[in-house]
């Protein structure tokens, strides 16, 4: 069965540093997503994607936000200048119609910023 | 978005079938209630979904009154392996772009 992969698992960094969370996302699905869950809390929308552009995103996903799809299959969110409140588990999703709720999620990625 | 209401918690046994009620007094004509499950250190994943009555899978079953005012996910003689957060979700299936917006949610958690 075809499944949203995300790498790495876990990335621990130092705050203030650029960080980069790659996702591959199912391969006939058109529409991506990035959420973010801190321990503890739920599930937080930060940003959605389509046609290689933003659709809507969060009041979360500030400037130092941004996702990109430099190819076919890979699907990033860089941050890039991480703080302590950005530590978290990120979530990729996709789903092959906008009007469809089944979204499906990787397996995420947590990210440490000491 | 139609606000929910679900409880905290939910402590099972084995075995037992499991109801989870959620709330939406609020949901619109056009709204979809969708679940979704959470095990430990993983993404969500969908349950079910449904408009009205009553929708079964293999998985679960939903069922949701005239009113839509409520509805109710009932899991089938459960296993320790059910033990996860599960997410009521309403909102409308057409237009836009389906940002999916989790609340608290429900920690069942079922005993031997």
């Known amino acids: 069965e075809p499944e949203v992969t995300q790498t790495p698992s876990h990335q621990v960094t130092q705050m203030g540093q650029e960080v980069i969370l790659r996702c591959v996302p199912i391969s006939n699905h058109l529409y991506f997503y990035w959420y973010r869950q801190i321990l503890g809390q739920k599930v937080e929308f930060l940003v959605s994607?389509?046609?290689?552009?933003?659709?809507?995103k969060s009041e979360i996903f500030d400037d130092q936000f941004s996702v990109e799809r430099p190819d076919g299959s890979n699907f990033t969110l860089k941050i890039r200048s991480t703080k302590l409140e950005d530590s978290a588990m990120y979530f990729c999703a996709s789903t092959t119609d906008r009007g469809q709720d089944e979204q499906f999620f990787g397996p995420g990625t947590r990210l440490t910023v000491l | 978005l139609a606000k929910t209401t679900q409880p905290i918690s939910m402590d099972s046994y084995e075995g037992q079938e499991v109801n989870i009620t959620c709330s939406h007094n609020?949901?619109?004509?056009?709204?979809?209630i969708t679940w979704y499950q959470q095990f430990p250190s993983q993404g969500p994943r969908f349950i079910i979904q449904g408009y009205k009555t009553k929708v079964t899978n293999e998985v679960a079953s939903l069922f949701i009154p005239a009113d839509r005012k409520s509805s109710t996910l009932s899991l089938p003689r459960v296993s320790l392996s059910d033990t996860a957060v599960y997410y009521c979700l309403v909102g409308a299936r057409t237009g836009g772009y389906n940002k999916l917006i989790f609340g608290a949610g429900t920690r069942l958690a079922v005993h031997p």
């Open positions: 994607f389509y046609n290689n552009e933003i659709s809507e």
């Open positions: 609020n949901i619109a004509t056009n709204d979809y």
